[in-house]
């Protein structure tokens, strides 16, 4: 028998062959992982009285595929399979799952019930994604002390770790590869169904992130000695590590105690770029300017200190208001664990500032840019209105995206939060906030009010502002008979100018024509009783025997053998029976009240600043300064009146700048005022 003998190849035909059988395989390999199986978590119905409400996921329709026909939709198995990359994975105690992170700088956000995990796995090719572009944003970066405009991550804790385990850690850590950023935020918890108050929120997520490639599921049923844990603060968590590889992690949902029903949702994301999601967790960045009864006036801290006129400082002024804020009640328990979640505060704080409505045509929060208070640096101005009385409130700041982008695809695009900060609004009714001055311009605090004489804004504004407008006018005739403008030898003083006195002027006429009002019920030793005499405005009296007791404003001040300096009484004194202004007691009527004084320095200033010809001169200790004038507290609590004045700014920046340069006035026309 004839056996058919193959052709015998050339060599060149031979790797002819080789290379169409090897191309032939290739393809075969690629066409069996065209259809990947990943496994989606699915948007879980958490049931009645869940603060979530209901909300379809976008990967329904792909978990509805991939689900065997004799699973039923069982989510509630102890135990499951699932078939992940071509590999049978079995996860579990209860409801784990695996859900892919879609791509960078975007969140991924699910519902979660108590004990379930779910497991996250971000895919090593987005490592090797193009970098976002930041964008525009904030015209330059602000100055937060040690934190940064990135916050980096918190402390984790790693338990039962060995020498060598945590030194390989490190080493995966630090070692060559893209550093990932991970972040967390709570958007909504479990609602309170307890009896009594509610004095804490819901216990907080977990975030689980793999440091082994052996560990594709990390969670609570994984070995701590592969896996880094960081226990959500206030819904937030922020996690960095350096990796070429595969990234897992996992978001666990503990336990609930009867106090509390429904679940969880989330936002996780990564970035190649920074945090998604970011919080200060250190410093408010916000302050309080004052209240009143119904409204709180708050600023930023300085946004720059590009110095007045600078291409910077102009594109700050001129910038829509960048920053926006979340207040609530202090009795509002549904933002108790999620002050550090942008999320979490945008979906349950009660008061929110829009960037779409700086004028609060649609809020309660009206905003704008300003250069008033320290350094005369920008700063944004928050004004909250349709607050209650005597009510303490929290507040946070906080930017959206970058302040003019946010969402996917942008670096910081989940926004941030800063430490919340908290105030009080004021009880009486007869203080009312005043702020945008024409002339007065510093001006911004409450003032001594009476919403029956005076209940339109405006006017009460512009009758301030006019007073101490023509008095200043009234000045300026006197300082042109002194000869400003002339050579240094033959000026007043060779340290200060007119333009100094001026300026010292107008600092001194508007704090003290415009007096600091503060709550007649408020015990501050450091307050000035005023305008005893008149009655309240809803008519009533201060008793006969307080207004007759005996009042001692001056405890260090010299006496006379048969002086009456203390046989003088509430009713009689001038610093206690009237306002320190006319104006107040004869057209304002506000009844008794409290001022905060002037600051002292602001007398000295005047008087070290203007020509001595003038007859500027400040009130000696024991002789009436005491009632004219406070003291700057050491500690940088707010005891005196200066324009410009916080409440509990850092000391130190507090007393910075020409604030502390001393002085003050005592015009003869105005003496009345220095009192």
């Known amino acids: 028998m004839l056996l058919c003998k193959c052709p015998q190849l050339t060599p060149l035909q031979a790797r002819f062959v080789a290379s169409f059988t090897a191309l032939c395989l290739l393809g075969l390999v690629f066409w069996s992982l065209s259809n990947p199986h990943f496994a989606y978590a699915a948007e879980i119905d958490l049931g009645e009285g869940w603060a979530g409400g209901e909300g379809g996921d976008h990967n329904w329709h792909r978990i509805g595929d991939d689900l065997p026909e004799d699973s039923g939709g069982n989510e509630d198995a102890d135990w499951e399979e699932l078939e ?197 967790e250190t410093d408010p960045y916000l302050y309080l300017v004052d209240t009143d009864t119904n409204a709180a006036l708050l600023v930023t801290d300085n946004l720059t200190q590009a110095d007045t006129g600078s291409t910077l400082y102009d594109k700050w002024t001129s910038l829509a208001p960048p920053f926006v804020m979340f207040a609530s009640s202090a009795q509002n328990a549904k933002t108790m664990g999620l002050s550090k979640s942008f999320c979490g505060m945008q979906n349950n704080a009660q008061i929110q500032a829009q960037q779409s409505d700086p004028n609060a045509t649609r809020s309660n929060v009206e905003m704008g840019m300003i250069t008033r208070g320290l350094g005369d640096k920008p700063k944004q101005q928050f004004y909250v209105t349709s607050l209650n009385g005597s009510s ?56 001594p009010a009476n919403y029956e004489t005076y209940p339109d804004w405006p006017n009460l504004r512009a009758l301030y502002d006019s007073q101490a407008s023509n008095l200043y006018n009234n000045f300026t005739y006197s300082l042109q008979q002194t000869a400003c403008d002339t050579t240094s030898d033959a000026q007043y003083s060779l340290a200060r100018n007119c333009s100094d006195c001026e300026a010292a002027y107008k600092e001194w006429l508007c704090a003290v024509s415009i007096p600091r009002c503060d709550d007649w019920s408020s015990e501050k030793s450091y307050l ?86 003038l007859g500027f001169g400040c009130p000696r200790k024991g002789r009436g300064l005491e009632a004219g004038y406070g003291v700057r507290d050491v500690n940088g609590e707010l005891s005196c009146s200066y324009l410009g004045a916080v409440y509990y700014l850092n000391h130190a920046r507090a007393m910075s700048g020409s604030a502390w340069v001393a002085g003050l006035v005592a015009l003869g026309a105005m003496a009345a005022l220095l009192m």
Not at 407 to 414: D, L, P, S
Not at 427 to 440: E, I, K, M, T
Not at 557 to 570: E, I, R
Not at 571 to 593: C, E, M, V
Request: glycine content about 10%; some cysteine.
């Open 84 to 280: 992940v990359l071509d590999t049978e994975v079995v996860i579990g105690v209860r409801q784990e799952q695996l859900s892919a992170i879609a791509g960078n700088d975007q969140a991924n956000n699910l519902n979660v019930i108590a004990g379930q995990t779910t497991v996250w796995r971000y895919p090593k090719e987005l490592l090797q994604a193009q970098h976002a572009d930041v964008g525009v944003g904030l015209p330059s970066a602000l100055d937060e002390g040690n934190e940064g405009m990135g916050v980096r991550h918190r402390e984790l804790r790693r338990r039962g770790l060995e020498d060598d385990e945590t030194a390989w850690l490190d080493r995966r850590q630090t070692g060559s590869g893209t550093t990932a950023f991970i972040s967390v935020n709570t958007c909504l918890q479990p609602a309170y169904n307890g009896t009594g108050t509610q004095t804490a929120g819901p216990p907080q997520l977990t975030l689980y992130v793999s440091t082994a490639s052996d560990n594709e599921t990390p969670g609570p049923g994984a070995s701590d000695a592969k896996q880094d844990i960081v226990t959500l603060d206030e819904g937030f968590a922020n996690y960095t590590l350096s990796t070429s590889d595969d990234l897992y992690m996992a978001i666990y949902a503990p336990a609930l105690s009867s106090d509390f029903t429904g679940g969880w949702n989330y936002d996780i994301a990564v970035s190649i770029d920074d945090y998604y999601h970011q919080a200060n």
């Open 528 to 613: 000035q009783k005023r305008n005893m005499a008149q009655p309240f405005t809803n008519g009533t009296s201060l008793p006969s025997s307080l207004l007759n007791s005996n009042y001692t404003p001056m405890l260090g001040a010299p006496t006379l053998q048969g002086s009456t300096a203390f046989q003088q009484t509430y009713l009689s004194s001038f610093a206690t029976n009237q306002s320190r202004n006319p104006t107040i007691d004869a057209q304002i009527k506000p009844g008794p009240y409290k001022e905060l004084l002037p600051c002292e320095d602001l007398c000295y200033s005047l008087v070290q600043s203007c020509p001595a010809a």
């Open 392 to 447: 303490t409130y929290y507040g946070t700041l906080a930017i959206k995206g970058n302040s003019t982008a946010s969402g996917t695809g942008i670096v910081g695009g989940g926004g941030k939060v800063w430490q919340p900060m908290n105030w009080t609004t004021k009880a009486d009714g007869n203080c009312r906030l005043v702020f945008n001055l024409d002339f007065c311009d510093k001006v911004a605090y409450a003032v």
